[in-house]
Structure formats: structure tokens, C-alpha cells
């Protein structure tokens, strides 16, 4: 029997890499999407070329997307990412609507390739400023995709897997150990230096580190 596919949205960051070992630990063929929306962090799209090699994906899209176009975030336009410490509430690096935007494309290739399930990965515990982070979104998104599509209507139901949503990124970085996910390939630095280093200080250095900290482990990218 052949294994299904799936289409896994992948940045090359810590999280994206993770869900993408599981689910090919799982069983799945993977076809990994990744969006180039003219980010800030734009190295992280070499990252995730890398990753999607070592983890032998079917096909690798890179998709642009330029949302620098909108602008709104720390990401997509010119708003300093903040440093030395996670910001309460939304934080300024939200990028308006990019998870209902990176889903509603992967499940445009999902439907078109056969595939009905998507892999993304979202947090809502590190992240839970993110308001398309919650459970909630995920469950609207799921419900829409299969009143919305072809395949869903002829009954073939759609699942937006989030395998990292409860986890803490200490438990994410102890799981992407075991599933053996490249994590020496990512790259989560939201404000690289000018020769191409992270600058350690933004929210995504700062998780990061407390989660390989929290895991006992070293960082195999640093």
C-alpha cells in the first residue's frame, strides 16, 4: 500500500522542521511548501531548502509571496524586531493573517496533488500571542477546508495536524531529537546580523535557546 501524502509548511525554523520529521516518522510522503513573502529573515528560506533535502521530500515549492506589499509586522516591513525579552500580548512580529494565508495554499496544492493531510507548526504555549497559533483557528481552518474545496465535498476530508501545539519548546526540541529531524539545518532568527548570524536577542533567539537550555542539549546550528 502506498504511503499517503502530505503537505508540510516549512521554513526551515526549529518548529516547521520538527513537524516535518514527524510526519514522515509517521508514515508520510511529504511535500514541503515553503512561502518566500519577502521576510526580514529571508536566510531562513537556504534553511529550509537544506532541510527539506535532508528529509528527502517528494517536491519542494519555494512559493513567493510578497506580503512585504502589506507590510503591518516587525517582518514584513520597517518596524525594529524587538530585543531582550517575549513581548505580552500580540506580538509586533505577528505578520497579519500569514497562517490563514500558508494554509489556504498548501491546501491548494494538498487538493491538487491528492493529498488530504497538512502539517504546520504552530505553538500555543511559546507562541500563544499569535492569534492564528490557538486551537481555535486551527479548527475553523479545518472545518472551512472541507466545506470549501472539491474534495471535501465529495467527502474527502481534510486534517490540519498541529503535533507541537501543547508542547513547550524544550518538549519540541527533545522530540525533534528523537524523531532524528536536522536541527543543525534550521534557522530561527527573526534580525540576522549583517554577516549572516543570529543576533540572539529577539523573541525566536531567546525561545530557542531557552528551549534547548530547558532540554539539556546543546544547539547542533550554533
Given amino acids: 500500500m502506498t504511503a499517503p501524502l502530505a503537505v508540510v509548511l516549512l521554513s526551515g525554523g526549529l518548529d516547521s522542521t520538527t513537524v516535518a520529521a514527524m510526519a514522515k516518522a509517521a508514515g508520510f510522503r511529504l511535500l514541503a511548501l515553503t512561502i518566500d513573502y519577502n521576510q526580514r529573515h529571508r536566510i531562513e528560506l537556504d ?4 532541510v527539506a533535502a535532508a528529509l528527502e521530500t ?7 509571496l510578497d506580503l512585504r506589499g502589506f507590510g503591518g509586522s516587525a517582518l514584513t516591513a520597517d518596524i525594529a524586531v524587538p530585543k531582550g525579552g517575549v ?15 500558508f494554509l489556504s495554499v498548501a491546501l491548494g496544492w494538498a487538493e491538487a496533488a491528492g493529498a488530504r493531510d497538512l502539517f504546520i ?5 511559546d507562541y500563544s500571542g499569535y492569534p492564528d497559533c490557538r486551537p481555535e483557528f486551527i479548527g475553523a481552518f479545518e472545518a472551512m477546508a472541507n466545506t470549501a474545496t472539491k474534495a ?22 527533545r522530540t525533534a531529537t528523537n524523531v532524528g529531524a536536522p536541527l543543525e539545518l534550521t534557522w530561527s532568527c527573526y534580525d540576522p546580523t549583517p554577516d549572516g548570524r543570529p ?3 529577539c523573541d525566536s533567539c531567546r525561545l530557542r535557546a531557552k528551549g534547548f537550555d530547558e532540554a539539556g542539549l546543546a544547539d547542533p546550528a550554533l
Fill in 152 to 173: 471535501g465535498v465529495e467527502g474527502g476530508k481534510f486534517r490540519v495536524h498541529t503535533p507541537l501545539a501543547a508542547m513547550t519548546k524544550a518538549d519540541i526540541v
Fill in 199 to 201: 543576533c540572539g536577542e
Fill in 121 to 125: 507548526g504552530v505553538n500555543a504555549l
Fill in 87 to 101: 513581548e505580552p500580548g500580540i506580538p509586533v512580529t505577528y505578520v497579519p493573517a500569514r497562517n490563514t494565508i
Fill in 47 to 50: 534553511h529550509a531548502a537544506r
Fill in 58 to 64: 517528494e517536491r519542494h515549492i519555494v512559493l513567493p
